[in-house]
């Protein structure tokens, strides 16, 4: 009898129930998107509550879609939680959230980092976090609230990454999965552990008694509670995996689960990341942080300056063809693609920095197209858009790259896959393959393969992989192109630099 395992994947804007079965084919699926608060410039919120009954919604959506195949909750074997990393979901000693959760993509506490920066305490940290503090991570974020909402902190029980905060949600049980707090700037990753040293030097000591116990992603973290299974459909006591950060979920759904593969995640944060046995503390990147893989570090350079830009911009810009898709039944983003396919790469110097939630390096920075005529089309600025994005991601692996040797090829995930115009453009401007996986899903795939060992149905995170995933398309660099490209890169990385002083002005 076929194994049936649930991935629950809550991003940067959307709530995702999928169900896969032991072979990786997605059964029934689940989605709603969570409203993004945005209460003051810089800040990026979303209600604990309604995320809670978000996900509450796509699991009996999901359940009713099985059985209308023919299939009960029974047949679920295990489910798991991932999520966007970093940010800060706080849980009240009355039961409730103590406020809003804090996305990712929040910039409010910038000048923590920037201060520990200047007075040394990044550098003096850096042998027990082994990463750049940054400042949508819980250490910046908490000062914060210490500094303009001390009140709330006072009430605080646990601590809670938003996955760790959905799975305490579904199973009663408060637990730390290490991938997550890994690379939040709480932990000694020497040790493995969390470290009040660390964290006395960060300023924000009294968080440690309030960080829930920490565990393995593989590991079996409660089942669900009668009330969930009631309010959803589930069946009681279905075993609950930890899960992992997503991007971590999406390495695995991916099966990088060696050290020759090369992993981008173009998403509501630009991820790209290998995994190794050594972290890398020469400085030159800014993250290391434990993969799910027992031995292995992730080593990761990520900033928000990925899809989630293209989809301001669809959404801002773009009405004319959101109406033109309404009446032709297509996708707005089907069309934009036509858009930008019909402009080639060399056909306008037109550049876009995608830094509308701070640069590469800097939260402060602001997003512009430079070079703007009034000859350029709207095509040419969608083209753009897209460029800006994939030139930002370069930023990034050029400094991975500098630290190991070139991969045969690049896994791409995120909203890029489903524009096949712009994932040639990864292979163009990076000059190499681009391999695109069987699924639409890898999130929510990731931690459903996680569910799959934690349940026993495979023995580990590779075994699974080699059942449930499968390269679905291969893109080749084209090498003239990536002539073209590398004059823009040059272009984009000049301007990006030359502007980095200014932003502290806006």
């Known amino acids: 009898m076929t194994d049936y395992f649930l991935g629950l994947d809550n991003g940067g804007s959307v709530t995702k129930a999928v169900v896969f079965d032991e072979a990786g084919g997605e059964i029934a699926a689940a989605a709603v998107q969570v409203p993004m608060l945005r209460p003051r410039p810089g800040c990026t919120e979303r209600d604990m509550e309604a995320l809670w009954q978000a996900n509450l919604q796509v699991l009996r959506e999901v359940v009713a879609a099985m059985a209308r195949v023919g299939l009960g909750p029974e047949r679920i074997q295990g489910l798991a939680c991932t999520g966007h990393g970093k940010g800060l979901y706080l849980w009240g000693q009355d039961g409730k959230p103590t406020g809003p959760g804090i996305v990712s993509t929040d910039a409010r506490a910038w000048q923590y980092p920037e201060q520990w920066e200047a007075d040394g305490t990044a550098a003096r940290v850096f042998p027990m976090s082994m990463q750049k503090p940054l400042a949508c991570q819980p250490v910046a974020l908490w000062r914060w609230l210490r500094d303009h909402e001390p009140g709330r902190l006072a009430r605080v029980q646990w601590v809670f990454a938003v996955k760790d905060y959905i799975r305490f949600r579904l199973t009663g049980e408060a637990w730390a999965e290490v991938t997550d707090y890994s690379g939040s700037s709480l932990m000694n990753l020497a040790e493995r552990r969390f470290d009040r040293e660390l964290l006395q030097a960060f300023g924000v000591a009294e968080m440690f008694d309030k960080l829930p116990p920490l565990c393995q992603a593989t590991e079996l973290c409660g089942r669900i509670t009668a009330d969930t299974a009631a309010l959803t459909g589930l069946r009681e006591g279905t075993p609950v995996a930890a899960g992992m950060f997503d991007i971590d979920a999406c390495a695995v759904a991916m099966d990088v689960t060696s050290e020759d593969q090369l992993c981008v995640i173009a998403g509501t944060w630009g991820i790209n990341e290998y995994i190794?046995?050594?972290?890398?503390?020469?400085?030159s990147i800014k993250m290391n942080s434990l993969f799910c893989l027992p031995g292995y570090y992730l080593i990761e350079e990520s900033s928000a300056t990925s899809?989630?830009?293209?989809?301001?911009?669809?959404?801002?810009?773009?009405?004319?063809?959101?109406?033109?898709?309404?009446?032709?039944?297509?996708?707005?983003?089907?069309?934009?693609?036509?858009?930008?396919?019909?402009?080639?790469?060399?056909?306008?110097?037109?550049?876009?920095?995608?830094?509308?939630y701070g640069s590469n390096d800097n939260p402060q920075a602001k997003a512009c197209f430079i070079g703007l005529e009034s000859t350029h089309t709207r095509a040419q600025l969608v083209r753009a858009v897209l460029e800006g994005v994939v030139l930002?991601?370069?930023?990034?692996?050029?400094?991975?790259?500098?630290?190991?040797?070139?991969?045969?090829?690049?896994?791409?995930?995120g909203?890029?896959?489903?524009?096949?115009?712009?994932?040639?453009?990864?292979?163009?401007?990076?000059?190499?393959?681009?391999?695109?996986?069987?699924?639409?899903?890898l999130g929510a795939l990731g931690c459903a393969m996680t569910a799959a060992v934690a349940s026993g149905r495979y023995a580990d995170l590779p075994e699974a992989a080699r059942h449930m995933v499968r390269v679905q398309r291969r893109l080749e660099p084209d090498p003239a192109v990536k002539t073209v490209y590398d004059r823009k890169f040059e272009r984009f990385v000049q301007a990006s630099g030359a502007l980095d002083g200014l932003w502290k002005r806006f």
């Open 276 to 283: 190794s046995r050594r972290p890398v503390l020469d400085h």
């Open 307 to 356: 899809a989630s830009n293209n989809a301001w911009f669809t959404d801002l810009f773009l009405d004319a063809e959101l109406r033109q898709a309404r009446e032709q039944g297509l996708s707005v983003h089907a069309l934009a693609e036509a858009m930008a396919a019909s402009v080639g790469p060399d056909e306008q110097q037109l550049l876009f920095l995608p830094f509308l």
């Open 392 to 413: 930002s991601h370069r930023v990034h692996i050029e400094r991975l790259l500098a630290s190991r040797t070139r991969p045969k090829a690049i896994r791409l995930a």
């Open 415 to 441: 909203g890029a896959v489903n524009n096949l115009t712009w994932s040639q453009m990864f292979a163009d401007v990076l000059g190499l393959p681009v391999e695109i996986i069987d699924t639409r899903e």
